[in-house]
């Protein structure tokens, strides 16, 4: 199964433009890049899914390496309701069926 | 619409005890799946199901199960309760299954269990 690696933490100012990185050197062939975000005392929110290349919504771009063994979100122009906790998240399939693995998840602190 | 309910929202059980949680997904979602989240840790995936059939399991011990009624609807059973088993569980739902890659889930606000 895949595996994420994701920093403890970042810390951040209004208007800037936050990177986080995440390292899934295990990630199989059909496996997606998922990134959520979750506020305390509640469930995780979906941001953005890319297999390769570069993904772009209304609220981040997810960069994804030719060998897909990184990812990095990218949030533009970050302001103080940005501070949450973010997860990676890789799709993996075995034998069992379908599992999902979360990392510990990256804490953006954003201050004004 | 309404999002994905879970219930109950808290609530405290004894260590030996026996607990059901609930979950009904988004209208039209017929993709469940069951993740425990430990305080300061990520949601740790525990089970998938998909048209009432179990589609993916996590590594939890038996003492776990669920199941997916006709409605999609699902429920989380959880035996012989350990002080360990504290936590927010919470219930995610999507539209669609795949085997491979991740359909984009929604999670309901969870049910915070405490085993005293």
């Known amino acids: 199964l895949a595996k994420t690696t994701q920093p403890i933490s970042m810390d951040s100012y209004e208007g800037q433009e936050v990177n986080i990185t995440c390292s899934h050197n295990?990630?199989?062939?059909?496996?997606?890049i998922t990134w959520y975000q979750q506020f305390p005392s509640q469930g995780p929110r979906f941001i953005i899914q890319?297999?390769?290349t570069k993904v772009t919504n209304e609220v981040a771009s997810l960069f994804i390496p030719a060998d897909r063994k990184s990812s990095t979100l990218s949030l533009p122009r970050v302001s103080l309701s940005d501070t949450a906790v973010y997860y990676c998240?890789?799709?993996?399939?075995?034998?069992?069926?379908?599992?999902?693995?979360f990392g510990a998840g990256t804490r953006l602190f954003v201050k004004a | 619409d309404a999002g994905v309910t879970q219930s109950p929202t808290h609530l405290i059980k004894t260590r030996g005890q026996q607990v059901t949680l609930r979950c009904s997904p988004i209208?039209?979602?017929?993709?469940v799946s069951w993740y425990q989240q430990v305080l300061g840790q990520g949601p740790q995936f525990i089970f998938q199901?998909?048209?009432?059939?179990?589609?993916g399991r996590g590594n939890f011990p038996d003492r776990f199960s669920a199941r997916q009624f006709p409605n999609y609807s699902s429920e989380l059973n959880v035996n012989a309760l350990l002080l360990g088993d504290s936590a927010l569980y919470l219930c995610?739902?999507?539209?669609?299954?795949?085997?491979?890659?991740?359909?984009?889930?929604?999670f309901g606000p969870g049910t915070r269990l405490t085993v005293t």
């Open positions: 995610a739902s999507s539209l669609r299954y795949s085997r491979d890659n991740i359909a984009e889930q929604y």
């Open positions: 295990n990630i199989a062939t059909n496996d997606y």
């Open positions: 890319g297999y390769k």
């Open positions: 998240l890789v799709g993996s399939s075995s034998t069992g069926g379908f599992k999902t693995i």
């Open positions: 209208s039209g979602h017929k993709s």
């Open positions: 199901y998909y048209e009432k059939e179990e589609r």
